[in-house]
């Protein structure tokens, strides 16, 4: 039994450290939206690296589906 346990302990551990790497960045950004003139501040949530150029770069795409542009990154942070 103790067996057992150890071995269901050693795959929830391991399935959470998985789910940990998979993390998603929150990112706080400023827009904006030309003809009117229209700025956004939000916040969204982009997968990969949380690095400054790599959710810069996602963020930029989801954006873009929406009309707008990425002024200004104001904050990173993981999930």
């Not at 229209?38 to 150029?53: I, K, M, R, W």
Request: charged share 25%.
């Amino acid at each position: 039994m103790k067996r057992i346990s150890r071995i269901t302990t050693l795959a929830l551990g391991l399935t959470l450290a998985a789910a940990g790497a998979q993390a998603a960045c929150i990112v706080e950004y400023k827009a904006k939206r030309d003809n009117p003139l229209e700025l956004f501040y939000g916040t969204a949530q982009v997968g990969g690296d949380c690095s400054t150029a790599d959710a810069s770069a996602r963020l930029q795409k989801k954006l873009a589906k929406d009309g707008l542009t990425l002024l200004k990154v104001l904050s990173i942070r993981k999930e």
